[in-house]
């Protein structure tokens, strides 16, 4: 009898595990194919830039590549929609940046929600708004340029990209921050804004880093302040908004990873590791930072981390936006 009822106890005992197994047989499996990343704008641009290496870095340490897909258009959209509509299982992910994932939110009518539609994996690097001037304005730096501006309402002419973009939506933010009033220069993508700031027939432009690096590097632009609490690494040179006087201005390009809603956790848990993994190389690192983006400490990288973060963005920019009544056109 006592024989008899170890032995029930030792099946019951296994028959209690028989749950988990699908669980632990998924993590196993997952990936057993190649795993696509949506990046929503056109290839060969500033996102491809930072999503390309990542996806390389990403395959090696999944076993399985990372297939980037390109989907331009409105702001980055419909690329968003595509991933999101997917299947959860971890074999199509979301890449984007406060753009797709957070001011499209704000003013377009989207099929899917970006407060609950999406599953986090992983914060990834971020780059800087740089404030940028024409070599010959008058200011010297961010102090002269507040006191310029508030003694010369709409004078200064600022580039604007389109309704949502980060030179519009950013400039905005400024005014609203520092009680100035700007005239506003509509141009046809950011690399003809910082043409014809250059050129002298822009003032001042609000834009990331990266894109303004090399007509800084080139003398043929000056940059007043960049937008973060410590000093980008592709420019130590260029002083905090915090140390040029304008306290708390913070506004980046930041990117993140995410999965359609109901991706199961441990699938999740293992692209997040696919990414660690990829930061922390330092060919990647290298490039990345290259390239003008400041990587995010390893205990940010985390899908909680990127959840709260997202929340965050989304609870401080969307008033903005809707109160400067911008939409999409």
Do not use: C
Not at 11 to 36: D, E, F, I, N
Not at 57 to 76: D, F, P, T, W
Not at 201 to 212: G, K, M, T, W
Request: glycine share 8%; proline share 8%; hydrophobic share 45%.
């Amino acid at each position: 009898m006592i024989i008899a009822r170890r032995a029930f106890l030792q099946l019951a005992a296994g028959a209690a595990t028989l749950p988990a197994m699908p669980h632990v047989a998924r993590a196993q499996a997952y990936p057993s194919k190649p795993v696509t990343m949506v990046v929503p704008y056109f290839a060969g641009g500033p996102a491809d830039g930072l999503a390309r290496p990542l996806a390389e870095r990403m395959s090696k340490a999944l076993g399985q590549e990372v297939v980037i897909e390109n989907i331009s258009g409105q702001a980055g959209a419909p690329g968003v929609e595509k991933a999101l509509k997917s299947a959860p299982d971890g074999y199509t992910l979301s890449f984007g940046h406060n753009g797709s994932h957070v001011v499209n939110g704000a003013v377009y009518s989207l099929s899917y929600d970006l407060r609950s539609d999406l599953e986090p994996i992983a914060l990834l690097p971020s780059n800087p708004l740089m404030i940028s001037a024409r070599k010959d304005f008058p200011a010297a730096n961010l102090q002269e340029l507040l006191a310029w501006l508030r003694a010369n309402p709409e004078k200064a002419r600022t580039g604007n990209v389109g309704p949502a973009s980060g030179t519009n939506v950013n400039a905005i933010y400024f005014q609203n921050t520092t009680g100035t009033k700007l005239q506003f220069v509509v141009e046809k993508s950011v690399q003809t804004a910082i043409k014809s700031l250059a050129a002298g027939e822009l003032d001042i432009l609000f834009d990331q880093a990266s894109n303004s690096l090399p007509a800084l590097r080139a003398g043929s632009i000056k940059a007043y302040a960049v937008t973060s609490k410590a000093r980008t690494v592709s420019a130590p040179d260029v002083p905090t908004v915090d140390e040029g006087g304008l306290p708390g201005f913070y506004s980046a390009n930041w990117y993140g990873l995410w999965a359609p809603k109901g991706t199961p956790k441990d699938v999740i848990a293992r692209i997040n590791r696919a990414v660690g993994e990829a930061l922390a190389d330092k060919a990647v690192a290298d490039k990345l930072t290259g390239q003008g983006l400041d990587l995010p400490p390893a205990d940010q990288r985390t899908p909680e981390a990127l959840a709260a973060f997202h929340k965050a963005e989304i609870e401080k920019w969307w008033p903005i936006l809707k109160a400067a009544g911008i939409k999409a056109q």
